[in-house]
């Protein structure tokens, strides 16, 4: 399972950045132990979801003494890296919820049964999200799975991973391929589809409310809403308006360096950015200057990172902060943005990150045809 010990705050001020570059004098160290934080705009913290699964069986019981231990750190790994109380039971068996009619968000299929449950509602489409790793980590056999719902003939069982598992950059970047599988299976199956992750609390919400907003006709607060009234989750709201708009704007990228001076230390690196709080990468030392630099070209977009110097999560006081989050942490953030604030594309990137964005005719069909169009993935 691949989930993050480390996942940024969102609560803080942004300023525009054109082209960036960190001369810190004197590194400030703060040791952390993780960093939990939300949008101000998603759902309250106490937050559960549980499974709505009939009761079990006695034997079922007690085979599910493990399952029970793997739900425990998975819902500590997902509360850790989602910001909110997530609670997830694989041990009770597939649960979702209808969020419309045609359009299902639920936890992941456990055996070929759950495709029986799955055509008795009307699902002729089932969108499988998981990683590998995720369908190793609870012992689930996908092959089986897929296997079943090959023999029905009446529904077709599609995977389309998410490489990293509650990464906002990493959706953001992967929604238009995974939106076309998705768009492109909804058009040849038609009836139900069932979308799901591990515990449908994160990425697969979040492909839906992608679709509800592309496809569907839906203003994104309103798709949001309509979300959270028939299923508590948690749904990256700014990957979903960043990969909007990387769609419609020219994807400008700026070349960023950090810098971080002190030469008596023996490793830099950064977390956060365009990677994830579950990578790293090295800064190079300057011997010449006493520093440590890395250059990267990002995306326009907001980014929060922290440097570990010898090991030791720290931030950079000369740099810009966020507030603390509700722990008290706090991470170094950078804001990239159109160097023309009133070129075409920095006012529609503007428009479409703002708090509740609605696409026009024009836009929405476009997006329709970069679905159409984007090239099929193995």
């Not at 068996?93 to 009619?101: E, K, L, V």
Request: proline share 4%; aromatic share 8%; charged share 25%.
């Amino acid at each position: 399972m691949n989930c993050l010990q480390n996942l940024p705050s969102f609560r803080s001020y942004a300023l525009p950045f054109h082209g960036f570059k960190c001369n810190p004098r004197k590194p400030f160290s703060c040791s952390i132990n993780m960093m939990g934080g939300k949008n101000s705009g998603d759902i309250p913290r106490s937050m559960e979801v549980k499974a709505i699964s009939g009761s079990t069986s006695s034997e079922k019981r007690s085979s599910s003494d493990s399952e029970e231990g793997k739900s425990e750190i998975y819902s500590h790994n997902m509360t850790e890296a989602m910001g909110a109380v997530l609670t997830y039971r694989h041990e009770l068996g597939m649960n979702y919820n209808f969020i419309r009619p045609d359009l299902i968000v639920g936890s992941c299929l456990q055996t070929p049964k759950d495709v029986d449950k799955l055509r008795k509602v009307g699902v002729k489409t089932i969108f499988c999200l998981q990683q590998d790793p995720d369908l190793e980590f609870f012992g689930v056999d996908i092959g089986a799975i897929q296997d079943y719902a090959k023999k029905c003939g009446d529904i077709e069982h599609i995977r389309a991973q998410i490489s990293r598992d509650f990464d906002s950059f990493d959706l953001r970047m992967r929604l238009p391929a995974v939106l076309s599988k998705l768009y492109k299976a909804i058009n040849r199956n038609g009836g139900v589809t069932y979308i799901h992750c591990t515990a449908g609390l994160g990425r697969a919400p979040a492909v839906a409310l992608a679709f509800m907003f592309w496809v569907q006709g839906y203003k994104l607060g309103e798709a949001h809403r309509l979300l959270l009234s028939k299923r508590a989750c948690f749904p990256k709201l700014d990957a979903i308006k960043s990969a909007t708009a990387d769609i419609l704007t020219d994807l400008k990228k700026e070349l960023v360096t950090l810098t971080w001076e002190d030469s008596k230390c023996s490793t830099v690196e950064v977390s956060g950015l365009d990677i994830g709080w579950g990578q790293r990468i090295p800064l190079k030392l300057d011997k010449e200057h006493e520093s440590w630099t890395l250059q990267r070209e990002l995306p326009e977009g907001r980014y929060e990172y922290k440097y570990i110097v010898d090991g030791e999560w720290t931030i950079n006081e000369f740099e810009l902060l966020t507030t603390p989050n509700k722990d008290g942490h706090i991470n170094n953030f950078l804001h990239i943005v159109d160097n023309d604030p009133n070129s075409v594309s920095a006012v529609v990137r503007k428009r479409l990150t703002s708090e509740n964005p609605d696409l026009t005719k024009e836009e929405r069909l476009k997006i329709r045809q970069l679905l159409e169009s984007y090239p099929d993935e193995e």
